[in-house]
């Protein structure tokens, strides 16, 4: 970013390596005067000193190497003072090896603290990380742990109906939607570490079992929970800012066209069928012909070519993926032979450009777009997921629909293939390598820019790590990451839609790939039979999509949008003069009281103009959030200062770049 953002790191570092050799030191001190309990604190400290020096660690070795040399030989004499007390906090975090009969230990308080120092990582963040237990677990360890300042102590108890007696330092976790929204509500905050306590303590007392126990099924499902956030996460770091500077562009063409709350409850009880583009398709393509003016017929843009050659056309086509890319996949479609379009706000501003008139939008990155929909006063909201097949199942709950079909959702690899043979992917090949990771071969530069969008670098190195998921006809089927947390959606989803609508009908048509729990399988030929001998009268698909699209109150919405965008134009241009006005003092050598007086007011009044344009924290929430956590790690009145310094300039750097499309977006209504 910047030198003053270069600064604060380094001043961040000085502090946190000062503060290692510090506790470093002490731990020797207390050492050698055979202090046992400052030697747990201190081993304790370090510990957490670590877990925040591994926070920003990353950058903070980027960007030591444009540092001056003299800064760099003061983090090497640091360093060097750190690396003291390695050997003795080695030997002290695992001195329960020293035990020659652990069992025996384990009942002594002396015994229970080491097996704890063995059981926790050099580096643990003592408000943040995860300590995992099971309901057996003594209750003396969470006071042990308590005691040194965890704070998150994590029961995963899924039989709710097994009425226990609950510690209350644990946090009980009964359901997989529960550990979804436990870390949701962390949001970048996430824990970085999760250990299992009990697991542990069973090797201490040689407890080990050759089948997994429920204890340790539990717990997979707890850090699948934590690695769905964590990519969530990561995905809204990296594309968030591209997300908001579309959704901008986006804005007049929104206004102008229809919105999914428009469509509440108007396909009541009418089947609907998500065409997704996995290897299976091809097994049953042309089943869909018989369900063709029965359901409510919606496809990813990904499956768009292989429907097309086979002469089948959905009544809508769903987008909400943000890259330009994926206009490819719809390029050369016949647009005159669907009903609409459903896009994500936050799609590639073409999309919205080429289509106007037959799109439908809706919110296809929950936790990023409401602010859009807040624009136009639409408080409903519908859950998004990780693809547009997920996202389409959420409108198809909204839209009442039953039954919901799967049709192509493998979410798995089958006969070295991705994706069905007649789509845009189809030629992709996919392989094992001699590391039994995934690869990819025969993909064309396009795809491959999709591909590296989630890790940059040579393509032809590019890998996928392999998970396996449960068969749709049995056994285990090869997966990926991306894949997993679908399937974990839709799981999600099947369970949360059978208990708002008990009467709801879920059904997996894919014929292959991987069993997704709470579908009933059944070939899709069947199903259309079955349809067909349940429907009193074909559903009028067309003229409720027509309807929607015909129906737009422009006016009205072109008004409350000019009124918003004025709004948040006069807040951005007030957060850009009160960041220049703040950077013009904090960049003053020694400011008096009166200056600094002044500096805390302005401040106030520019963080409630960042408030009210809340396009900014958005598009920059990762940054914001790094600047304002050194801002809080500041032990002098200067290093205060840079911090402050790196907010006002992120400020001054991205205000601009908005009000620019927010013009651009107000001067398409004049």
């Given at each position: 970013?910047?030198?003053?953002?270069?600064?604060?790191?380094?001043?961040?570092?000085?502090?946190?390596?000062?503060?290692?050799?510090?506790?470093?030191?002490?731990?020797?001190?207390?050492?050698?005067?055979?202090?046992?309990?400052?030697?747990?604190?201190?081993?304790?400290?370090?510990?957490?000193?670590?877990?925040?020096?591994?926070?920003?660690?990353?950058?903070?070795?980027?960007?030591?190497?444009?540092?001056?040399?003299?800064?760099?030989?003061?983090?090497?004499?640091?360093?060097?003072?750190?690396?003291?007390?390695?050997?003795?906090?080695?030997?002290?975090?695992?001195?329960?090896?020293?035990?020659?009969?652990?069992?025996?230990?384990?009942?002594?308080?002396?015994?229970?603290?080491?097996?704890?120092?063995?059981?926790?990582?050099?580096?643990?963040?003592?408000?943040?990380?995860?300590?995992?237990?099971?309901?057996?677990?003594?209750?003396?360890?969470?006071?042990?742990?308590?005691?040194?300042?965890?704070?998150?102590?994590?029961?995963?108890?899924?039989?709710?109906?097994?009425?226990?007696?609950?510690?209350?330092?644990?946090?009980?976790?009964?359901?997989?939607?529960?550990?979804?929204?436990?870390?949701?509500?962390?949001?970048?905050?996430?824990?970085?570490?999760?250990?299992?306590?009990?697991?542990?303590?069973?090797?201490?007392?040689?407890?080990?079992?050759?089948?997994?126990?429920?204890?340790?099924?539990?717990?997979?499902?707890?850090?699948?929970?934590?690695?769905?956030?964590?990519?969530?996460?990561?995905?809204?770091?990296?594309?968030?800012?591209?997300?908001?500077?579309?959704?901008?562009?986006?804005?007049?063409?929104?206004?102008?066209?229809?919105?999914?709350?428009?469509?509440?409850?108007?396909?009541?009880?009418?089947?609907?069928?998500?065409?997704?583009?996995?290897?299976?398709?091809?097994?049953?393509?042309?089943?869909?012909?018989?369900?063709?003016?029965?359901?409510?017929?919606?496809?990813?843009?990904?499956?768009?070519?292989?429907?097309?050659?086979?002469?089948?056309?959905?009544?809508?086509?769903?987008?909400?993926?943000?890259?330009?890319?994926?206009?490819?996949?719809?390029?050369?479609?016949?647009?005159?032979?669907?009903?609409?379009?459903?896009?994500?706000?936050?799609?590639?501003?073409?999309?919205?450009e080429e289509h106007t008139g037959k799109i439908i939008s809706f919110n296809g990155n929950a936790g990023v777009d409401t602010w859009i929909s807040e624009i136009f006063k639409d408080t409903r909201r519908l859950g998004s997921g990780g693809s547009i097949s997920t996202c389409l199942f959420h409108i198809g709950q909204f839209l009442n629909c039953n039954p919901i079909v799967l049709v192509g959702q493998d979410l798995a690899l089958s006969d070295g293939r991705a994706y069905s043979s007649g789509g845009d992917r189809g030629d992709i090949q996919v392989k094992l390598d001699a590391h039994g990771r995934i690869q990819y071969d025969n993909v064309s530069e396009q795809g491959q820019a999709i591909y590296l969008e989630q890790?940059?670098?040579?393509?032809?190195?590019?890998?996928?790590?392999?998970?396996?998921?449960?068969?749709?006809?049995?056994?285990?089927?090869?997966?990926?990451?991306?894949?997993?947390?679908?399937?974990?959606?839709?799981?999600?989803?099947?369970?949360?839609?059978?208990?708002?609508?008990?009467?709801?009908?879920?059904?997996?048509?894919?014929?292959?790939?991987?069993?997704?729990?709470?579908?009933?399988?059944?070939?899709?030929?069947?199903?259309?039979?079955?349809?067909?001998?349940?429907?009193?009268?074909?559903?009028?698909?067309?003229?409720?999509?027509?309807?929607?699209?015909?129906?737009?109150?422009?006016?009205?919405?072109?008004?409350?949008?000019?009124?918003?965008?004025?709004?948040?134009?006069?807040?951005?241009?007030?957060?850009?003069?009160?960041?220049?006005?703040?950077?013009?003092?904090?960049?003053?050598?020694?400011?008096?009281?009166?200056?600094?007086?002044?500096?805390?007011?302005?401040?106030?009044?520019?963080?409630?103009?960042?408030?009210?344009?809340?396009?900014?924290?958005?598009?920059?929430?990762?940054?914001?959030?790094?600047?304002?956590?050194?801002?809080?790690?500041?032990?002098?009145?200067?290093?205060?200062?840079?911090?402050?310094?790196?907010?006002?300039?992120?400020?001054?750097?991205?205000?601009?770049?908005?009000?620019?499309?927010?013009?651009?977006?107000?001067?398409?209504?004049?």
């Amino acid at each position: 970013m910047t030198d003053t953002l270069t600064r604060v790191y380094q001043d961040y570092l000085v502090s946190l390596l000062q503060d290692m050799a510090e506790v470093s030191g002490a731990i020797l001190a207390a050492g050698a005067q055979g202090e046992v309990d400052k030697i747990g604190q201190g081993t304790d400290k370090l510990r957490h000193l670590r877990a925040q020096l591994q926070a920003v660690e990353q950058e903070a070795k980027t960007r030591l190497d444009t540092m001056a040399p003299a800064f760099q030989e003061k983090v090497n004499k640091l360093l060097f003072e750190i690396g003291k007390s390695e050997g003795f906090f080695r030997a002290w975090t695992q001195r329960f090896d020293e035990y020659t009969d652990p069992i025996s230990a384990l009942e002594s308080d002396d015994g229970k603290h080491a097996a704890v120092d063995k059981f926790l990582t050099d580096a643990w963040d003592w408000s943040n990380d995860i300590v995992a237990v099971a309901l057996d677990t003594p209750a003396v360890y969470f006071k042990i742990l308590k005691a040194r300042g965890q704070k998150k102590i994590v029961c995963v108890h899924l039989d709710a109906d097994n009425k226990i007696e609950k510690n209350d330092d644990v946090t009980y976790l009964e359901d997989k939607w529960q550990m979804r929204r436990f870390f949701e509500e962390m949001g970048n905050n996430y824990s970085r570490r999760i250990l299992d306590l009990s697991t542990f303590l069973d090797t201490l007392h040689q407890n080990n079992e050759s089948i997994e126990s429920e204890h340790q099924k539990n717990i997979e499902l707890l850090k699948r929970a934590w690695r769905i956030q964590i990519t969530n996460s990561a995905t809204i770091n990296k594309f968030g800012s591209r997300w908001i500077m579309q959704g901008i562009d986006n804005l007049p063409y929104i206004a102008e066209n229809a919105n999914i709350s428009e469509l509440e409850n108007a396909f009541k009880d009418v089947p609907m069928v998500i065409i997704s583009p996995g290897p299976s398709l091809d097994k049953n393509i042309e089943q869909l012909r018989a369900l063709q003016g029965k359901a409510l017929l919606v496809a990813p843009a990904q499956t768009a070519a292989a429907l097309a050659k086979a002469n089948i056309f959905p009544n809508i086509i769903g987008i909400a993926d943000p890259l330009g890319e994926m206009a490819q996949y719809v390029r050369n479609f016949p647009f005159d032979q669907v009903d609409a379009l459903i896009l994500g706000v936050s799609c590639h501003t073409g999309l919205f450009e080429e289509h106007t008139g037959k799109i439908i939008s809706f919110n296809g990155n929950a936790g990023v777009d409401t602010w859009i929909s807040e624009i136009f006063k639409d408080t409903r909201r519908l859950g998004s997921g990780g693809s547009i097949s997920t996202c389409l199942f959420h409108i198809g709950q909204f839209l009442n629909c039953n039954p919901i079909v799967l049709v192509g959702q493998d979410l798995a690899l089958s006969d070295g293939r991705a994706y069905s043979s007649g789509g845009d992917r189809g030629d992709i090949q996919v392989k094992l390598d001699a590391h039994g990771r995934i690869q990819y071969d025969n993909v064309s530069e396009q795809g491959q820019a999709i591909y590296l969008e989630q890790k940059q670098g040579d393509f032809s190195k590019y890998r996928e790590e392999v998970f396996m998921l449960p068969g749709y006809y049995g056994g285990e089927v090869v997966s990926k990451v991306d894949y997993v947390i679908y399937h974990a959606e839709f799981e999600r989803q099947a369970e949360s839609a059978k208990e708002a609508n008990p009467d709801i009908k879920l059904y997996n048509c894919t014929e292959g790939g991987a069993m997704i729990k709470g579908f009933e399988n059944i070939s899709l030929k069947e199903l259309a039979e079955k349809i067909s001998a349940e429907m009193s009268e074909p559903p009028n698909v067309r003229a409720t999509l027509q309807a929607c699209l015909a129906n737009v109150d422009v006016a009205t919405r072109r008004k409350t949008l000019k009124a918003r965008l004025s709004s948040v134009k006069t807040s951005l241009q007030k957060s850009y003069s009160l960041a220049n006005r703040c950077q013009q003092i904090a960049v003053k050598a020694n400011p008096n009281p009166k200056l600094l007086a002044s500096l805390s007011q302005l401040e106030k009044e520019l963080i409630t103009a960042v408030k009210n344009s809340s396009f900014i924290s958005i598009s920059m929430q990762n940054a914001l959030e790094k600047a304002i956590l050194l801002a809080s790690k500041s032990k002098t009145m200067q290093q205060n200062l840079n911090a402050s310094l790196a907010l006002y300039e992120l400020i001054i750097n991205e205000a601009p770049r908005i009000l620019a499309r927010v013009n651009a977006a107000l001067g398409k209504m004049k």
